[in-house]
């Protein structure tokens, strides 16, 4: 990145978002905005009970009601192929089905005139179910005494991990200090404020043209031509003009979505809107994977860890394919506390649930919690330093990640001094209030690390890398054509920075566009991963470095040069992806009368590498500190006897904007060389493994006890404090 090293024009500048102002004048149109031509409604008809057969569904009664177009089952999908939730995992889901798994399966859809009426009509229709024996817990599914899919001998979602190195049980028998515990997190979901949506238009047979909501145009565009038995050239993905965050919620094809969507304007001959209510985006669609995770933890006498075990076990839901999440739990596990002696296992299995997919930090949360609770304990009872503890065990520049690529840029020892120093952790005692009686605010500090990763290098079957096309437009202005979906994050704002940076002209001058995936060069795995930056940054450094190449050279002006276009490329060369660390800082209140838990401050610090978007920067780290808050405190889609309880905002509570703390954020510059444009690392998604440890931590500090089970609740800490008294 020699080439485009200068001084800093526009990087870590606070600047206006591309897309800020449409959206914050309520301008901007969203998918459920979106209007075609002679445009029709579609919507889901939904399983009641957790597992059945359908034995019929009334489509005829249906079909008499005006204003209804179309009524369909599982029987007129037949002809196309099922959907997988990650790449490699079984297609063993159907877009439509005659056997539901869980409560809120697609087992048919209505078209209408209207969204009302075709909500209405399917919510209705009369059903009949022959109901079928299920598994609800990790426990039963592991008996195998139902096998939930047809296809398969057993409820394995994946194969057993079994990974281990060195001599583990010799070692751990001969550790001065040894550390056992067993953690539990729960079901989370995306709580998306946008309901998912999507729109389609096969009406000429040889073209369907899909809007939806989405973190990859051609990653999704190739699913849904394999699923519906299509050349991929005849489908085209179109990026809508606004989309909401997605937090991993779209990382993968949705099958009662896109797949559906399609199939019913094939059969109307119009395009077809299939818009989810906010119910159904938090229970039909997919959530994060629950887990059980039992560590062992030994120090040798100069208290330094030299053996480790880890047992996980995954909820995987109908669906869900937790291979995938217990592999990223793997690398963080084996790499952030390195150790030449270690054992893991994981299983995962289906349950009659919501499928588990991907959500903000796949895996990295489930075993961060965990992970960095233990380490507080070791600190605890051995009275040692958490920050210095974790320094001296914590992962260093030339250690090896999972796939061989060495650490070139860790900045953990800043973001730890430098969070520390903010967040005055050397007078966190004295601050402390003295408890006089039972009836008084408790308060305790607490500190977690967490590593991710940005980029998918190594993770998947396709090949990380992406292309840019650059062109000189004809008033002098720069365009560059990109496949990344905007959805919230700020990345046209990052990118048009970037490339206005190395170019050395204003940001007005540069334009980033993504016209679909018929316009712009092909990027598999679009805005997934915390890649954008780092991967499509690069792309589009090197796309501007080639302008200016050609700028200087010719000594013409741009409009001069009007026509003129490049293509930038950047493959990662490293066979794992970029490792990213951070350390957060936690200051909470417990009201010991209702147990309620309040983060009365939190400060982040996290390695970006470079600072390229400071707002950017800044949101990220601050959404990433709610998501994680919620996690740690309160989100929970609960089930009972395989029926979700509190499917909707009034239910599945999350923070409010007045719950928040106050938020202190520290951008530590380690740059990577070989990392994204100028050295920068992903960001989205690193920030939040720490979070939900940090707050267990200080929990634990102010109520004197540990609770080992994600959300910690107000009853979890009144079953603890009454116990204590």
């Not at 800020?20 to 901007?28: D, F, N, T, V, Y």
């Not at 059945?52 to 369909?72: H, T």
């Not at 096998?147 to 751990?172: C, K, Q, R, W, Y």
């Not at 004295?430 to 408890?435: A, C, D, F, V």
Request: overall charge negative.
């Amino acid at each position: 990145m020699s080439k485009i090293s200068q001084q800093d024009r526009l990087l870590g500048k606070s600047l206006e978002r591309s897309d800020g102002r449409s959206k914050a004048e309520g301008k901007a149109l969203y998918l459920r905005d979106m209007v075609l031509p002679d445009l029709t409604f579609a919507a889901v008809i939904r399983s009641s009970v957790p597992r059945a057969r359908v034995k019929e569904i009334d489509k005829l009664s249906a079909l008499q009601i005006s204003g209804v177009i179309d009524v369909i089952t599982a029987e007129d999908v037949e002809e196309f192929h099922p959907v997988s939730i990650f790449p490699n995992s079984p297609k063993i889901q159907r877009i439509l089905t005659h056997t539901p798994q869980f409560v809120g399966d697609a087992v048919g859809a209505v078209v209408a005139e209207s969204f009302e009426l075709a909500r209405k009509v399917a919510d209705e229709i009369e059903i009949e179910f022959d109901e079928l024996s299920s598994c609800l817990t990790i426990e039963e599914s592991l008996l195998n005494e139902v096998v939930i899919h047809e296809s398969m001998s057993d409820n394995l979602a994946g194969p057993v991990i079994n990974h281990s190195n060195g001599n583990f049980e010799d070692t751990i028998g001969k550790c001065t200090y040894v550390f056992e515990g067993e953690y539990e997190t729960q079901r989370q979901c995306a709580q998306t404020i946008e309901a998912m949506a999507c729109v389609c238009d096969w009406s000429d047979q040889n073209l369907l043209r899909v809007w939806t909501h989405l973190d990859s145009m051609f990653h999704f565009r190739d699913s849904l031509a394999e699923i519906l038995g299509l050349d991929a050239d005849s489908v085209v993905v179109e990026p809508p003009e606004a989309l909401g965050a997605t937090f991993g919620l779209k990382n993968s094809i949705i099958a009662s979505l896109e797949p559906l969507c399609a199939v019913l304007s094939r059969r109307v001959g119009r395009p077809v809107k299939l818009q989810l209510t906010p119910e159904e985006s938090i229970f039909t669609t997919v959530s994060r994977h629950p887990s059980k995770i039992r560590l062992i933890t030994g120090l040798d006498e100069e208290k330094k860890i030299v053996a480790r075990k880890a047992e996980v076990l995954l909820d995987s839901g109908a669906y869900g394919w937790g291979y995938v999440v217990a592999l990223s739990m793997l690398g963080k596990w084996v790499c952030l506390y390195p150790c030449e002696h270690l054992e893991f296992a994981a299983t995962s299995v289906y349950t009659n649930h919501i499928s588990g997919g991907a959500y903000r930090a796949v895996g990295t949360a489930q075993i961060h919690f965990a992970m960095e609770s233990q380490i507080d304990e070791i600190c605890k009872e051995l009275n040692l330093d958490p920050l210095s503890f974790r320094l001296v065990n914590a992962a260093k520049v030339g250690d090896k990640l999972p796939m061989g690529t060495q650490i070139r840029s860790w900045g953990l020892k800043e973001c730890l001094e430098e969070g520390a120093e903010i967040f005055k952790w050397d007078e966190r005692k004295r601050r402390r209030p003295k408890i006089l009686s039972n009836f008084e605010t408790l308060r305790g500090t607490g500190m977690a690390i967490g590593m991710h990763h940005a980029g998918l290098t190594g993770l998947i079957p396709n090949p990380e890398g992406s292309k840019c096309e650059a062109l000189i437009a004809e008033d002098g202005k720069f365009e560059f054509r990109v496949g990344v979906v905007e959805k919230g994050q700020g990345s046209v704002t990052t990118l048009e920075i970037v490339a206005a940076e190395v170019l050395a002209v204003d940001i007005e001058q540069v334009k980033i566009v993504n016209l679909g995936t018929s316009a712009v060069p092909f990027d598999y795995s679009g805005a997934e991963a915390s890649r954008t930056t780092y991967v499509i940054g690069r792309a589009v450094a090197d796309a501007a470095v080639k302008i200016r190449e050609i700028l200087d050279s010719s000594k013409k002006s741009p409009v001069e040069l009007a026509g003129h276009s490049v293509i930038g490329e950047f493959v990662p060369r490293d066979n794992d992806p970029l490792p990213v660390i951070g350390a957060h800082f936690c200051e909470v209140e417990v009201d010991s009368v209702s147990g309620v838990v309040s983060v009365v401050r939190y400060v982040a610090a996290q390695d970006v590498g470079k600072i390229i978007n400071l707002n950017g920067c800044l949101g990220q780290v601050e959404g990433g500190i709610h998501h994680g808050l919620g996690f740690a405190l309160l989100e929970e889609l609960e089930y009972e006897e395989g029926f979700p309880m509190n499917p909707n905002f009034m239910g599945y509570k999350v923070l409010m904007a007045s719950d928040m703390p106050k938020i202190e954020v520290v951008l530590v510059e380690n740059s990577d060389p070989d990392g994204g444009p100028f050295g920068a690392k992903g960001l989205g998604t690193p920030v939040m493994p720490a979070v939900a440890p940090a707050v267990a931590n200080a929990i634990a500090d102010a109520i004197g006890a540990r609770i080992c089970e994600l959300p910690i609740t107000p009853y979890k800490v009144m079953e603890v404090l009454v116990k204590e008294i």
